[in-house]
């Protein structure tokens, strides 16, 4: 299994000023998503956006490698071999499977203004949330403020904040939850926590055990859950962590409980 | 000395919506910078944006209890005792010094586009840098970009984000350094890493050792460093750390760094 990183080249993002003559001229693979099938056919088609963005964004040429991805872990490195107005070809030379991530980072965020959903989902992506899923309660925004477009543009910004980390995994953004929803959904979890800006202990105090597969991580309303809610969570075993005296905002709060896991598991 | 935050009605941001007959309505402590003469002097008097801030955004009235900070770790908690339309006097009833924040995080982030610049000072405050030092590079933003006005602007962002996560200490906003003058100043540090995509060790085993109470977080452009001023790093003991196979933008690597290195220190 190769690398995911072809040494030497690495991922670092493109810089467009870094190109003008300078001694180390940054190359940077372009990393895109296509479907398993495409993968697999061993030819990929860019159209609409991706091929905007190589042929326009990136100037990619013929003959430039490229990394396609099917968002689940299949990972191709390609040589762009056609390309005009419309389209580019990438002929995929060699595929392989990353990594499956470990552990699964779910992250439950209730639902707030939807740019600083952005800022979240964008946030949850990029640090390697497996999913995040908006759901409601008593001090959120109502769910029916969440609809089809949203979740779209929410969807886009995933992918696109996945990409450019370049994750072989493409973080899901899932159908909002209604708090009763959001309860059963959590008995999926190996174990969850919820971050308090009141009370409970270290995130690293709690995750003792090194066999999770799957966590939920939640995220309140800005006002913080009602005291009911916070009861029906205890009951399921859902913790409460602090992550210290900072308070957070609802869109940071995410990232930094994410960032505290992995780092717990050694994976930061 | 009595804790950072008064039980029970801790440090939650104002949420307008839970004021609206929920069982248990928010209730904030509004945290305000003031200096440190007004705040010994027992008396401190609120105008302008802070004025606006109190009695229109937050819609303090008469005898509520406010938290008044000189932003280098002294706090008074004091009753609000005049309110007009031009002014707010806070009659201070308690003064207590907050713990220091150890270890003491200094960012310092290579020059890019202000958009990104307001986003990782606002990062690097609420996560609680010390500081934040914008630097030239080659393959940064130059530095002639940050004219005083934009100076002015990235230390008002770093003064409401540290305000609003209850910070006792103010992030300070240093003077953009040149390439040299960086390497000055990081003389001054106990250790300094620096955040790379190609390789380096985690965060947690360059900072073995718990005596550390300065510590150098470099954030580099988004082209990466040049390899001369990776030797020139490397020379100076500055080592490159890796924050795993992610890739992250620039105004959160520095977000994400912080956040590894307080979780080393169980400070996350």
């Not at 075993?237 to 995410?254: C, M, N, S």
Request: proline share 5%; charged share 25%.
């Amino acid at each position: 299994m190769p690398p995911h990183r072809v040494p030497g080249q690495g991922g670092r993002r493109f810089h467009p000023s870094a190109s003008k003559g300078d001694e180390a001229t940054v190359l940077t693979i372009a990393k895109f998503y296509v479907s398993t099938e495409e993968l697999n056919r061993g030819q990929v088609v860019l159209k609409g956006q991706q091929h905007h963005h190589l042929s326009r964004v990136l100037r990619i040429r013929r003959g430039r490698v490229v990394t396609v991805m099917d968002g689940k872990g299949l990972v191709g490195l390609g040589k762009v071999s056609v390309i005009d107005s419309k389209q580019a070809i990438v002929t995929i030379e060699e595929v392989w499977r990353a990594d499956p991530e470990f552990p699964r980072l779910h992250l439950y965020q209730a639902l707030t203004r939807m740019k600083k959903m952005d800022i979240a989902v964008q946030n949850a992506a990029e640090i390697g949330a497996v999913s995040l899923t908006p759901f409601g309660c008593t001090r959120s925004s109502p769910l029916e403020a969440l609809d089809g477009a949203k979740m779209g543009r929410l969807r886009r910004i995933a992918m696109e904040a996945s990409r450019l980390s370049g994750r072989p995994y493409l973080m899901e953004v899932r159908e909002p939850l209604p708090w009763d929803g959001l309860l059963d959904d959590l008995a999926r979890m190996n174990i969850a926590v919820y971050a308090d800006e009141e009370s409970g202990d270290r995130p690293s105090s709690v995750l003792d055990d090194d066999s999770f597969d799957d966590i939920g991580l939640l995220v309140g309303p800005e006002g913080g859950f009602a005291d009911a809610e916070r009861d029906s969570l205890a009951i399921r075993g859902v913790r409460a962590v602090t992550l210290g005296k900072t308070i957070f905002r609802t869109e940071t709060a995410g990232l930094v409980l994410l960032a505290a896991v992995k780092c717990h598991y050694h994976r930061l």
